[in-house]
Nanobody
């Protein structure tokens, strides 16, 4: 079974940067759709970026060039580089995986990591 483990969260000041990592075990990263989501109060988890199984990269509109998703297939690790962080980016971030070709819909993903907390102070 696929297992995901996020790391790299922490506390930064507004305008700062963080790089989140998601280590994949029990499966091969390049054979899955891999995505980053974040928790939004009162809503389903919000999709941020995805590398679909069949290729390409998609970002949510709100990213506006601040975040970048990437993958190291040799290390079986997914990354999310987050720049110019703002207080409204403070929440828990999750990586997710699916064996199917998927986008940024929360309910399409079966495998989830436990999340990593990001706190941005003003």
């Amino acid at each position: 079974e696929v297992r995901l483990a996020e790391s790299g969260g922490g506390s930064v000041q507004a305008g700062g940067s963080l790089r989140l990592s998601c280590r994949v075990s029990g499966g091969t990263l390049r054979e899955q759709s891999m995505a980053w989501f974040r928790r939004v109060p009162g809503k389903d988890r919000e999709g941020i970026a995805v590398i679909p199984r069949d290729g390409g990269i998609r970002y949510a509109d709100f990213v506006k060039g601040r975040f970048a998703i990437s993958a190291d297939n040799a290390a079986n690790t997914l990354y999310l580089q987050m720049n110019n962080l703002q207080p409204e980016d403070s929440t828990t971030y999750y990586c997710a995986a699916s064996l199917f070709n998927r986008g940024l819909k929360y309910s399409d993903y079966v495998y989830w990591g436990p999340g990593t907390q990001v706190t941005v102070s003003s």
